[in-house]
Structures are given as structure tokens and as C-alpha cells.
């Protein structure tokens, strides 16, 4: 796309988002007659792996046309593109909301996590609906971005976390508002992440480019730097440059639970210690440009909405187990065996799977009906795919959706507040590791840490030239 149709896309934003309407099925036919414009017209950008489940659910929802692709590999593109031969294909997610905005009513955004935040802003910034997989963003700044964009630009938004649209949740709110375990003061989320390489140096070699990746595409908002084999399509989930470590893979899932059934929002402060490589049996290893191989982070929540007090939340991943409850017997299953969640509250807990499915009051021996007070799929029954497609057709504010940014935006800052701890806690600052352990201060009308300011310049990181993330809080 050249500079002047570039230009061009960033000044016709506001003039395409004006020009969006969804016209109901009584006005062009009678019952029974599906309008074309009953069927939201829905883009993908990423549509290999995670990117090619998310348009199949859409499509399956039987209420959505994929009429646009866009990836920069075409091998990860190939199956979508075979699945959906009609669905016009861009390499460049600028050059199709460019051409196409205004054939398009909605995106789904399956990119690493380094480009969700541009990529869904501009869809936003024309007046498109949007799905975002989890994390939101990368960065906490942008996590902020994105919740207040949503407002602004007043379009439906969705998390991939589809947990949230699960029976799990809704039943541990429904216990915990019944008072079946009292106040929680104390929650654990836990996983078996990473299962791709963290604790490990960049590779000094670099790689021929495969012919059918873009990767300055690729690199987007990242820093240049030249190709490197392994890294695409999966592991970069283990560099800073790109992804957020186990953490931003599994948070979103596993912090639902306490998020919806506390009603917990921003973080107060947050500390963490991470797990060691060592290069030989007597040298540490120091890997700043990767994530940790395990990790465990203690967030304080200040009074929620759901809660009489502050909460503290412990994040433990690489394998990292809390110790088992006294009321689990000792050969159940401790969440799922890899993760898991447990509610504590002073008169009982709730011990949950990923996405809060399988919520069990302990013991598991203790079976308390109470009354079904939340409807188990807000928005239609066909899932978290569905209920986005269907509020989408209706239209902002019309009907619920389960994870929204208003609710997934502060979940996923609460998540890359921990990784500062993380990021922090494996500095090397004159030879030695000062931020180990440190808990860090938020403030959080100024978006800052404030005791220790060298984990400030991950709030909101230096993106590519040409690349800027561009949106004023």
C-alpha cells in the first residue's frame, strides 16, 4: 500500500465509520426472507491456527459471511483461504481496511500479541465491530486504549476468552453471592505454561525468510530485527518483543473466575519472583529479551465491587502449585491437574478448572443447590462466537456480550501489571537484580509505577518507525 493510500486510510476513518448501518430483516423481506444485511459481513486478520477456529466459529454461528482474509503467511493462511474461496485475501490488514471498509462490518484480530493493539484500533476507528484474542494487548497502555476506544467509537467488542461465556463462572457467582463461602480475601490461578522456550538466549544465527511470510509484516510494532528459525508460528509467545509469556497465554482464561465473581477490577500494587536458568552448575543465566521459565505473582486488589476488603491474587505459573486445600482429598484432582483456580473465602472455597469450567465447592463431597440467577450464555445460546455475531447484527449497547473490553481491558491490564513485577523482578541493574522481589506501587489515573521507575518503559513500549499505536487517553 503506498504512503498517500496510507494516508488516506487514517483520514477516511471517521467519514467510513459514519457510513455504517445494518438494515433489519422486516424492511427488505417478510418472515422467513434472510436479508443480506442480516448476516454480518466479518474480516479476519491471522486466519491460521487459533485465527482459522475463530472465522469457523463465526461462519458456524449460521449468522456470519467471512468475506475478507488477510495474513502475512500464506501457509498459515491456506486452509481458510480453501475453506472460504470466495473471501476476497490481503497480506496487509492497512490495505484491506483501506479498500474494503466499506464491504466490511466486522474483525476478528488472531495476531501475536504485539499487533493486536494497532490492528484493532484501526478497525475501531472505522466503525467496526471487533473479536480480539486473548490478551487484549500487549502492553498495559494499550490495554487502556482499547477499553476506552470501545466507548468512543461506540462498537461491540468481544475477548476471546470463551470461558467467559461458560456455565463455570456463573455457577461459582451464583455460590458466592449466596454467601455459600463467605468473603473471598484469597484467590490462586495456576498453569502448566509455558510449553513453548522461555529462559533461553536470542539466536545469534539468523534464517532465510520462507517465500510465502511478509515479515516486516510480521514484525509490525515490533524492532527490526532479522528472521530467525522457530520462532514463527508458535514460540514467540516466549519473547518480550512479541507475546507475554504464560501469563498472557493462560491469564485471561483463568482470571475470569475471580474477575466476574468478585467484580475485580484495576490492581493496587503487585511483587513477583521468577525462576532461574542457569548457563552451567555455577552461572546464572540472564535472558532479559525472554520470558522467565516459571513465575509467581502476588496482585493486591484494593475493595471490589463483590468483596468487603482488599483481595489478594496469586499467579503461578511453569508449573508452580499452590498447596493443596486440606478439604480436597488426597487423590482428587487439584484443579485440572495443569491449572486451576480456587476462590477462599472465610467460610469456604470454590476450586475451578481452565475457563472456570468444573466449579466444585469444597469438599467435593458438599452439594448446595442455590437458585440459576444468570442466564448461562448472555446474548443467545450459541456461544461466545455466536452472542458476539448476534450483538453485532443488533447493534451497539443492544445486546450483552460476555466479555466486552469494558470488563476484558482492566482483566487483561491486571495481567500485564504482574508481567512489570515479572519484568522487574529479572532485571540486571549495575551487576545486580534490584527489582527482585519489589513490590511495585500503581498508580493508576497516571498509568505509572511509582517506586520503581525502570519498569516504566514497558507501560507503554517504543514501537517501529511507521509502526505507532495512535490514540490520545
Request: hydrophobic share 35%; glycine share 10%; charged share 25%.
Amino acid at each position: 500500500m503506498s504512503n498517500n493510500s496510507r494516508r488516506e486510510f487514517i483520514k477516511n476513518s471517521a467519514i467510513a465509520a459514519a457510513g455504517i448501518s445494518i438494515v433489519p430483516r422486516h424492511v427488505l423481506g417478510g418472515t422467513g426472507f434472510t436479508a443480506p444485511s442480516d448476516k454480518l459481513v466479518v474480516a479476519g486478520i491471522g486466519v491460521g491456527g487459533k485465527g482459522e477456529s475463530d472465522i469457523n466459529s463465526f461462519h458456524q454461528s449460521g449468522k456470519a459471511d467471512i468475506g475478507f482474509l488477510c495474513d502475512v503467511d500464506d501457509r498459515r493462511a491456506a486452509t481458510s483461504r480453501k475453506r472460504f474461496p470466495k473471501a476476497k485475501y490481503y497480506k496487509d490488514y492497512r490495505e484491506m481496511l483501506d479498500k474494503e471498509h466499506k464491504n466490511i462490518d466486522a474483525v476478528s484480530v488472531s495476531t501475536p500479541d504485539h499487533n493486536h493493539a494497532i490492528q484493532a484500533l484501526a478497525a475501531m476507528q472505522l466503525g467496526k465491530h471487533v473479536y480480539v484474542q486473548k490478551p487484549l494487548a500487549h502492553d498495559v497502555w494499550e490495554a487502556r486504549v482499547l477499553t476506552e476506544a470501545a466507548k468512543k467509537y461506540k462498537v461491540v467488542t468481544q475477548m476471546g476468552n470463551q470461558g467467559a461465556s461458560n456455565d463455570g463462572p456463573r455457577q461459582a457467582r451464583e455460590w458466592y453471592e449466596a454467601g455459600l463461602i463467605g468473603n473471598v480475601h484469597t484467590v490462586y490461578c495456576w498453569t502448566d505454561r509455558p510449553v513453548w522456550p522461555q529462559g533461553i538466549s536470542w539466536p545469534t544465527q539468523k534464517a532465510n525468510v520462507p517465500s510465502e511470510l511478509n515479515w516486516d509484516l510480521w514484525l509490525g510494532t515490533a524492532p527490526q530485527k532479522d528472521f530467525v528459525d522457530k520462532l514463527v508460528p508458535f514460540n514467540w509467545r516466549g519473547w518480550w518483543d512479541y507475546g507475554t509469556g504464560a501469563l498472557g497465554d493462560m491469564g485471561c482464561h483463568l482470571l475470569e473466575v475471580p474477575f466476574s465473581v468478585l467484580g475485580l477490577s484495576y490492581v493496587q500494587d503487585v511483587q513477583a519472583s521468577v525462576g532461574s536458568v542457569y548457563v552451567d552448575e555455577f552461572k546464572r543465566g540472564y535472558f532479559p529479551e525472554s520470558c522467565p521459565p516459571s513465575s509467581h505473582a502476588t496482585m493486591t486488589f484494593p475493595k471490589a465491587k463483590r468483596t468487603t476488603g482488599p483481595v489478594t491474587l496469586h499467579w503461578m505459573d511453569g508449573g508452580i502449585q499452590p498447596a493443596r486445600p486440606e478439604e480436597l482429598g488426597p487423590n482428587e484432582v487439584f484443579g485440572d491437574g495443569g491449572n486451576g483456580i480456587l476462590l477462599i473465602g472465610d467460610k469456604g472455597k470454590i476450586l475451578a478448572d481452565t475457563y472456570g469450567d468444573n466449579a466444585r465447592l469444597l469438599p467435593t463431597s458438599r452439594k448446595e443447590n442455590v437458585a440459576l440467577k444468570y442466564e448461562r450464555v448472555p446474548g443467545g445460546a450459541g456461544g461466545h462466537y455466536a452472542q458476539w455475531v448476534e450483538a453485532c447484527i443488533a447493534g451497539y449497547g443492544k445486546k450483552e456480550v460476555s466479555a466486552p473490553f469494558e470488563i476484558s481491558g482492566p482483566l487483561t491490564e491486571a495481567l500485564l501489571m504482574a508481567n512489570l513485577a515479572i519484568r522487574g523482578a529479572d532485571l540486571r541493574v549495575d551487576g545486580g537484580y534490584p527489582g527482585r522481589n519489589l513490590k511495585l506501587l500503581w498508580d493508576n489515573d497516571q498509568m505509572k509505577v511509582t517506586n520503581f521507575d525502570i519498569v516504566n518503559q514497558f507501560v507503554k513500549r517504543n514501537y517501529r518507525q511507521g509502526w505507532d499505536v495512535k490514540y490520545t487517553l
